[in-house]
């Protein structure tokens, strides 16, 4: 009979540590920590900002991929020869036409310029372009000068090569 009370006892004691665990068990989830939750939502936008800049970043630099592609193409228009165009004899005659088209795209674009400075300028070119001696670059040079817009009159220095690709020998 003593074995059979101690085995009882034994039992009551794990019935009563199953029963003990199983009152502490509210099958309720834990409530989040706030702390963390609030780590984790600013964790979440500074990630949404990051891409957004990100995102912004890649959007300009397409941006102005794109914008120097559609100024090159403006100068493969602007820098040519129309068709039916009368070209000067000697190279000092058409680097004279460009001497004047620089003066007029100067005085359009940048009025401000002392004349004194303007002419350095101007002679400078006449030199260079004589020395070229390359009548249709030369006006190739002088119709892009000519039709030079406001978007185009920071990239002049373009049209010479592409003119020397388009005419030169």
Do not use: W
Not at 57 to 86: D, F, H, W, Y
């Amino acid at each position: 009979m003593l074995s059979v009370n101690r085995a009882h006892s034994a039992l009551s004691v794990a019935l009563a540590g199953f029963v003990a665990v199983i009152g502490c068990d509210d099958s309720r989830p834990a409530e989040p920590d706030p702390a963390a939750a609030k780590q984790a939502q600013e964790d979440a936008e500074l990630e949404a900002r990051l891409e957004k800049r990100k995102q912004d970043r890649l959007a300009a630099v397409e941006a102005e991929k794109r914008e120097a592609e559609e100024i090159a193409e403006e100068i493969q228009k602007i820098a040519v020869i129309p068709e039916g165009t009368k070209l000067p004899k000697k190279a000092a005659d058409a680097c004279a036409q460009v001497v004047e088209a620089q003066r007029g795209f100067m005085g359009q674009f940048h009025p401000d310029i002392e004349e004194g400075a303007l002419t350095t300028q101007l002679g400078m070119l006449g030199k260079q372009c004589n020395d070229m001696n390359n009548v249709e670059v030369a006006m190739c040079q002088k119709f892009a000068l000519e039709a030079t817009t406001e978007r185009l009159k920071s990239k002049i220095n373009e049209y010479l090569p592409v003119c020397l690709e388009k005419y030169g020998s």
